[in-house]
């Protein structure tokens, strides 16, 4: 890639006073998720999991959904997810299912074995998530995710 001079880059706009905090929230977004990926990777190994197939398997604990739903869920590629799902019907804890709507897209369910892993990680989440959450007030929590739900929301959109 060729970079031109300084002088003929583009003059970006002056940010607004929203679009600044709204910029440190995505930097702060970034920082969270690295260490809630950490978290969840510990917590995960509980249940002989990774974070990963944790969050695959935990699209399809309440009922079986394509692969192309569960990324849709998730918010990761159906590929990520399809080879998360193939992994773990290989180890027993998920299988796949007949689509009745759709001959192609099989099903991914979670099996006994799926759900047992998933309990496991529960046993030692709930205590965490319980004290975790003592260092923010619960309405300040509930805005958080209100405000978090928007922002997906309106990024889905575009």
């Known amino acids: 890639m060729t970079v031109p001079p300084r002088e003929k880059w583009p003059k970006a706009d002056k940010q607004s006073e929203g679009g600044a905090v709204l910029t440190d929230v995505v930097l702060a977004t970034f920082r969270l998720n690295a260490r809630l990926m950490e978290?969840?990777?510990?917590?995960?190994?509980h249940g002989g999991l990774?974070?990963?197939?944790?969050?695959?398997?935990?699209?399809?604990?309440?009922?079986?959904?394509s692969v192309a739903d569960v990324g849709r869920?998730?918010?990761?590629?159906?590929?990520?997810?399809?080879?998360?799902?193939?992994?773990?019907?290989?180890?027993?804890?998920?299988?796949?299912?007949?689509?009745?709507?759709?001959?192609?897209?099989?099903?991914?369910a979670c099996?006994?074995?799926g759900h047992w892993a998933i309990r496991?990680?529960?046993?030692?989440?709930?205590?965490?998530?319980?004290?975790?959450?003592?260092?923010?007030?619960?309405?300040?929590?509930?805005?958080t995710l209100a405000t978090m739900q928007t922002l997906i929301t309106k990024l889905e959109e575009a």
């Open 50 to 65: 990774t974070a990963a197939w944790w969050q695959v398997l935990g699209g399809v604990l309440d009922e079986p959904r």
């Open 120 to 143: 496991q990680i529960a046993v030692a989440q709930h205590p965490w998530t319980t004290e975790l959450s003592k260092a923010v007030d619960l309405d300040d929590l509930r805005t």
């Open 111 to 113: 099996t006994e074995a």
């Open 73 to 108: 869920i998730m918010g990761v590629s159906r590929q990520g997810v399809q080879r998360i799902a193939d992994l773990l019907v290989e180890r027993g804890l998920a299988e796949y299912r007949p689509n009745p709507a759709h001959r192609r897209a099989k099903l991914l």
């Open 39 to 45: 978290a969840a990777q510990g917590l995960a190994a």
